[in-house]
Each structure stands twice: as structure tokens, then as C-alpha cells.
């Protein structure tokens, strides 16, 4: 994985005492909380319910057993002894002070870390494929391209205050793993029909109050265009992205609103003039990159197979672990969701444990999904069982990847103070109707998502059942959603019907799986035979 | 000339006022033209070199559409006073340098060493822009 | 009776006017009627105060003050998820008033 050089430190440190110099003058006095916000924001730093919330960066979701044991270690000494990770593969603290905030971000600098960008109108993290680098199906490890571009886009002068937030996600492979259509900018890396490298460009999708699947922009352009191209994009957003409305800022919304031919026709003649400026990084900038990529030390010559008599290993294996492109190997996904439990929610324990676990089976590498869970990238098949073992004695191997007990959820309003209701009680409720392992395994793959308010940071459009939450006179109601999807057949889920309170949705979400159970046909998943069938039986069965 | 005004430059200060960039386009004399959000740089092109100072107003140092005003003017050579007025904090100044201002008229005034020293800010920089400083990829390939 | 909250700058601990300063308690809010604006005026500009707003709430016969909107009472207790965070996690009945 890619390690700083001193340039990349030096920034890191600088941002530290830019951010320290800023805090100093809020406590003193010299610049009030309405000048303060949107700098502490640019560090990741908000005021929630509780205290101050950190959103630490972890690029495109990749970080070492050294900086996992940061991240533990911080929880302890500075929160409340665990960590939330987030849909955007970072990780939160959710009681923070402002006086400690400087002295965080000093340490985090440390081990290569920050929370530069993680939250302001500038570009965010730069999102990617939880299994780049491992998969069998990607024409090259995408987080090379991220990575040029999170240098690109760190502390960029012209793009620091967008109309709103900008959110790019980097994949690789046909089958999309990072949601990628449903932001800002979406990029898949191709190869066109001479065989060259290049990046296709989606602009406009998003979620949020108005959800949309970014059209493409731009079916080519060579990776040594790639940043120019972004330049240009982002220019013309930065020019002409609506600032007279909060709600309609994005870049899903200028795109939709001009149209898609318009915006690829401005963006095209901006970036006509940027290929004169000669701000695009040479080829041996993006090799250097890459040779951080390259090879993470995987043994050749192992055979695949591995002593499966235990059956409860087993049946851990066959749904936490995917195929490697090396033989002998397994990625194995680390379930943050046990039945009941905080989705998404590690105690610093767990981290340290998952840090040691990392540095012991997986190479030295883990990653943060948006779907909240840890990935062990290369682990060899032979230390499955040791692995699982120990995942299981610290409560970290549930066997729910993708299954109804693998929920996506907001912290929601026992910690935000943007929610309209809760989400992590219904999370829970939903987690133990359904704890059982062979129901869920019954029913098979099942994305659920819930969001405790419009702004959608569980993703709960692209749920194949999403709920969201809302304020219906004061009490909390929660809107059931069917048939999203985050994956390539990128999809936004439906409304049924009127909203439920928590204990109604949990019995239409139990009806909702009946009615799969008795519709599908052999080897449908629930979105294949909602697809289907459509919208009516589940709403007959919900509303009579 | 604004007294609370930074400015990197070593020629004498433009004295006359800064016209609308509508009143601009009828006005051939004028030296001086006040960009606003709204404006698009791009209608000064065709008479940048008659031109000696553009000021870009910051309402709200939240928009920050007049940082790609900025870039698009010096990316197409102009070379007179870029001044930022309104509402610009001393956290503003380092990208409003790097953008191609070499002026500052901040409605509440900064001191020459908190400007400087905010100016100081990054050691190094990631991206090429119009302010001359080698970003960091050229500085790792010997550029 | 309207009541005053925020949080404390450094802390980021949410906060209750009292009548003379800020209590972490939100039963020690009192009720300011119509001087909400001046006193938040003067308490965030001495910087007392982060945040703030005022809100409404109900005085229990037992004394309580009741934030009447769920955001604040989650605010005056923790998180619900979370009892052993809670202000006063020795009290295991302190999370059935929240909802």
C-alpha cells in the first residue's frame, strides 16, 4: 500500500498546524463558531448530539495493522473505547473535545493518517473496491488511480469551497463493489479497443434527497488525462453548481438540470484548455504510485483447499471468505454486524485485535467496506481456521456477509444531529427477528439499509430493502423501501406504502421475506424475483 | 485605493474605481473591473491587457466561485492586480495566493505578519496552478 | 417553560442553562421566558456557551425537566443504545423517559 514520502508528510504536519492555529483562535475568541465551522469541517471535526464527532480518513479504505492500532488506541485515550465505521470506508469518534482535536490529528499524522476533507463543500475521500488487489475479476488494482487522485484533490486551492460536498469512488472491474454510479463522480478504469489503460467518467449520481445514477460523461479518456479531465469537471461545478439551495447543490443536480449532453459539452471545453496548462502528473508519477500496488508479498505455488470439519468453520468460511486471484488465498470479510449488536461499531479491543490479525494472516493490510464491515484482503487458505478461531472468541465472525443480519445503518439520532429518528434500536430489532443463521442463509442474499434521515448516509436507496427514517409529528416513522441496488445494475429502491412505526416495520419486514419465500423461483435472489414480480404482492401483503 | 489592502506586488496601486463587469463591456477607458459570483471571468478575455486591476468579490468567503475566476484569468495571461475583496479570513489567503490573487481587501482587516505567515502555510504543493511553485510530483522526477 | 442548551466549546459536552451558568444536568434547566436571545447573546459571545438554542420543555410534578422534543431528551441522556454511556449510567430506569 502507498507510504508517504517526506512531501506527503510535510503536508500532512502543515495541515496539523493550520488546524491547530485555527482552534486556538476559536478559543480565544477571534473568529466565531460561524467562521470556525466550515474549517473544523475540512478536518473532519462536527458537533453532534453528544460532543464533537471525528471523521478520520482511511483512503479509499485501506490501512496497515500500524494505523489500525492508532485507531484503536485513540478511542481509548481520547473517546469512549470504540469506533464507528462508515459507509464512506471511514471511521468516526463519537466524543471528541475540540481541545483534544489538534493533538488527534497530530498523532494520526504519525502513522500516515489524517481527517483532512472528510467532511466541508470540498472532495471527500476517494472511495474504491474493498477487494481491489485481490479479486479475480479487476483489470488492475483500481487504488493507484485513487490515490493520484486523493493527492490531486488534498488542499486543491481552487476546489475548497464547492457549492457542497464531493464524493469520488475508483473501481476497476465490471462488477461495481463501491456503490460507484451513486456518486459524484464515478470513474471505472477500462481498456478501450487498442488495449490502452483509461478511466470511463460517470458525473452526477448521488443519494440523499433526490437520488440519481450518474449517467457517463465521458466514455475514455488515457490515464494520463485523467486528473485534467477531473480538473474539468470539477471547474465547471465549482462555476456553476446552484449555491442558492442547500438541498439542490450537488453535482447531480447541475448535471440533471442542464442536462448531460450540456454539462459533458462545458466540461469538454474546459478541459480542452486545461490539456494546455500541463497539470497532469507525468507517467512516472503514476508508476511510482502503482509500485506501492504492486505486489503485497503473496506466495506462489499454494494449493487451493482447506481441513473444513469443523462445521461451524465451515459454514463461516463458505460465506465470509471470496475467491482470490492467487491460489491458496481467501479475502475474508469480517462481519461488524453480530446479531443485536451496533452495526458497523468495533471497541478498541477489536481493533487492535483485527490490527494484530492483520499484521499475523493478511499481509499487513486491511480494508473498511461501505457496507461497514473489515476485509483481511490475503489470507491463505491454510490459516483459515487459526484466523477464524480467533475472530470468534473476540465476536468478530458472524456469518452474515450480504445476508438480512449484514445491515447497513446511520448512526441515526442516538448520535446525529441531522436524523429524523433512530436507526441503530431498528438495526438491532431487525438483527435479532432474524438472528437465527439458517433463516438467514435461506434467505440468501439480502441487502438491508437504513437511513435515519433523507441525507442517506445508510444508503438506504440503494437498499434491495431500505428504510427510512422519519418525524411524523413529533414521534419517529420509519418508510420501507423496496428493490435497490448499489451494485453494476445500479437501481433506486421504491416506497411501499405508508410508514410504519419501529415495531410495524420489523413485522413488514418479516412479511416482505414471506412473500419472497413463497414467490421465488429456483436460484432468484430476493432483488432477482422483486424484480420479477414487482411491487404488488409485497404491498398487498403489508396493506391487504 | 482600500487602506486595510495586502499586496504582493511592486508596481504602483491601479487609483481608479472598479467598474461592473457590464459597465465594463460599454466603457472603453476603464482600467478596473469588480468581478462578482455571478460574473463569468471569461467576458474579460478579449481585453485583458487594458485591463490593470480586477477585483473578485467574496460576499460570502463560502462561494468559491471566484477562485476559478481567478485561475481562468491568469491561465490566460493576465498579469495586472488580482485583488480578493470581502469577506476573506487569513484561512483563505494560501489558495486565493496559489489561484493567481496578489492582492487582498479583506472587510476586516488582517496585519502584513498574520498574512504572511498564513501565506507560509503549505511547505510544498500537490497540484500545478498558476502561481509558479513546482507542485510535489514535479519535485519527485526532477522537474 | 423554555429552556436553554448548547454545548461547551472545548468539551463538546451538551449543556443546560441553570440561571447563572451552564449545567451538564438537565434537570437543573430553569426556565428564562422571554430573555432566551440576550442571555445566548452574552453566553456565547464570553464564550460560555457553543451552539446553543432554546427549546421547549415540561416540569414534571417530581421536579424533572422534560426536553419536548425526543432530539433533546436523547441530548440530556446519551444514547439510547448505549445505556453504559449515559450522563447517570448507574441509573438503569434513566432511558425509559427518552422516548
Not at chain 1, 482552534?23 to 471535526?45: C, H, S, W
Not at chain 1, 473505547?81 to 494520526?108: M, S
Not at chain 3, 417553560?1 to 451558568?21: A, C, E, P, R, Y
Request: proline share 5%; aromatic share 8%.
Amino acid at each position: 500500500m502507498y507510504q508517504y514520502d517526506q512531501y506527503d508528510q510535510a503536508m500532512v504536519d502543515a495541515r496539523v498546524e493550520e488546524f491547530r492555529g485555527q482552534v486556538a483562535r476559536r478559543m480565544a475568541g477571534e473568529i466565531t463558531e460561524d467562521q470556525f465551522k466550515p474549517l473544523r469541517l475540512k478536518n473532519g471535526l462536527y458537533l453532534q448530539l453528544h460532543a464533537y464527532m471525528l471523521r478520520v480518513a482511511i483512503p479509499y479504505g485501506t490501512l496497515n495493522g500500524r494505523q489500525m492500532r492508532m485507531l484503536g488506541d485513540i478511542a481509548d485515550k481520547y473517546d469512549r473505547g470504540y469506533g464507528h465505521f462508515t459507509t464512506r470506508q471511514n471511521i468516526q469518534y463519537n466524543w471528541i473535545k475540540l481541545e483534544d482535536a489538534p493533538q488527534i490529528l497530530a498523532d494520526l499524522a504519525t502513522v500516515e493518517m489524517h481527517a483532512i476533507q472528510t467532511s466541508g463543500n470540498c472532495i471527500r475521500n476517494i472511495s474504491s473496491d474493498h477487494f481491489a488487489g485481490a479479486a479475480a475479476d479487476e483489470l488492475v488494482d483500481p487504488r493507484p488511480y485513487a490515490e493520484l487522485l486523493r493527492q490531486w484533490s488534498s488542499f486543491h486551492p481552487e476546489f475548497d469551497y464547492l457549492p457542497r460536498k464531493f464524493k469520488i469512488a475508483v473501481i476497476a472491474s465490471d462488477t461495481d463493489r463501491a456503490a460507484m454510479r451513486l456518486h459524484d463522480i464515478g470513474i471505472q478504469i477500462v481498456k478501450n479497443e487498442t488495449g490502452e489503460i483509461g478511466a470511463r467518467f460517470y458525473v452526477g449520481g448521488g443519494m440523499g434527497r433526490t437520488p440519481m445514477i450518474a449517467p457517463v460523461i465521458r466514455e475514455f479518456v488515457p490515464v494520463l488525462q485523467m486528473v485534467s479531465y477531473a480538473e474539468a469537471c470539477l471547474r465547471v461545478y465549482n462555476r456553476y453548481g446552484r449555491r442558492d439551495n442547500k438541498y439542490k447543490a450537488r453535482i447531480k443536480i447541475l448535471v440533471h438540470e442542464i442536462g448531460a449532453d450540456e454539462y459533458r459539452r462545458q466540461v469538454e471545453e474546459e478541459f480542452a484548455h486545461i490539456l494546455t496548462l500541463g497539470l497532469e502528473p507525468p507517467q512516472a508519477e503514476f508508476e511510482r504510485i502503482a509500485g506501492f500496488f504492486a505486489d503485497p508479498g503473496l506466495e506462489r505455488g499454494l494449493a487451493d483447499g482447506y481441513d473444513r470439519s469443523d462445521p461451524d468453520f465451515a459454514v463461516w468460511a463458505d460465506q465470509n471468505t471470496t475467491p482470490h486471484k492467487q491460489a491458496g488465498y481467501k479475502a475474508v470479510v469480517i462481519s461488524l454486524k453480530p446479531a443485536g449488536g451496533i452495526p458497523g461499531d468495533a471497541t478498541a479491543d477489536q481493533i487492535r485485535l483485527m490490527a494484530e490479525l492483520a499484521e499475523v494472516y493478511s499481509l499487513d493490510e486491511l480494508r473498511v467496506t461501505h457496507t461497514q464491515n473489515i476485509v483481511l484482503p490475503h489470507v491463505k487458505q491454510s490459516d483459515l481456521y487459526a484466523l477464524w478461531q480467533k475472530l470468534d472468541a473476540a465476536g468478530l465472525a458472524t456469518a452474515n456477509l450480504d445476508l438480512i443480519g449484514d445491515i447497513i445503518a446511520c448512526p441515526g439520532l442516538d448520535y446525529c444531529s441531522l436524523a429524523n429518528a433512530r436507526s441503530i434500536p431498528l438495526a438491532q430489532k431487525i438483527s435479532a427477528r432474524f438472528a437465527e443463521p439458517e433463516r438467514q442463509r435461506t434467505l440468501g442474499e439480502l441487502k438491508l439499509k437504513i437511513s435515519g434521515c433523507i441525507n442517506a448516509c445508510g444508503h438506504h436507496h440503494a437498499g434491495n430493502i431500505g428504510i427510512l427514517g422519519v418525524d411524523r409529528k413529533g414521534t419517529e416513522n420509519y418508510q420501507l423501501l423496496l428493490g435497490g441496488s448499489e451494485a453494476a445494475d445500479t437501481s433506486l429502491a421504491q416506497i411501499v406504502g405508508p410508514g410504519f412505526s419501529e415495531d410495524g416495520i420489523v413485522d413488514a419486514i418479516e412479511t416482505v421475506t414471506n412473500v419472497y419465500l413463497a414467490q421465488r423461483a429456483e436460484g432468484e435472489r430476493f432483488l432477482d424475483t422483486y424484480r420479477r414480480v414487482g411491487m404488488a404482492p409485497f404491498k398487498e401483503a403489508i396493506y391487504g | 485605493m482600500v487602506e486595510h489592502c495586502l499586496r504582493y506586488r511592486d508596481d504602483e496601486p491601479v487609483g481608479d474605481p472598479a467598474v461592473t463587469v457590464d459597465a465594463f463591456a460599454v466603457q472603453g477607458n476603464a482600467t478596473a473591473v469588480r468581478i462578482e459570483p455571478g460574473d463569468d471571468a471569461r467576458a474579460l478575455l478579449p481585453a485583458l491587457d487594458r485591463i490593470a486591476l480586477i477585483e473578485i468579490n467574496f460576499p460570502a468567503y463560502g462561494d468559491g466561485r471566484g477562485y476559478s475566476a481567478a485561475r481562468i484569468l491568469r491561465e490566460h495571461g493576465y498579469a495586472g492586480e488580482l485583488r480578493a475583496v470581502g469577506d476573506v479570513l487569513i484561512d483563505q489567503l494560501s489558495h486565493m495566493r496559489r489561484c493567481g490573487f496578489d492582492a487582498f481587501a479583506p472587510d476586516k482587516p488582517i496585519t502584513q505578519a498574520a498574512a504572511d505567515k498564513a501565506l507560509a502555510t503549505w511547505p510544498e504543493v500537490y497540484q500545478k496552478t498558476v502561481d509558479g511553485r513546482s507542485p510535489i510530483w514535479a519535485l519527485r522526477h526532477g522537474r | 417553560m423554555k429552556i436553554l442548551t448548547g454545548n461547551d466549546l472545548g468539551s463538546g459536552h451538551v449543556v443546560w442553562w441553570d440561571g447563572q451558568g451552564w449545567s451538564r444536568h438537565v434537570n437543573d434547566a430553569v426556565d428564562v421566558g422571554d430573555a432566551a436571545d440576550t442571555i445566548l447573546a452574552a453566553e456565547e459571545a464570553a464564550r460560555r456557551v457553543n451552539a446553543s438554542y432554546a427549546i421547549s420543555a415540561t416540569k414534571g410534578a417530581d421536579g424533572t425537566v422534560r426536553p419536548d422534543h425526543i432530539k433533546d431528551r436523547i441530548r440530556a441522556l446519551g444514547p439510547t443504545v448505549r445505556p453504559d454511556l449515559a450522563l447517570q449510567p448507574s441509573d438503569p430506569q434513566s432511558g425509559n423517559w427518552v422516548i
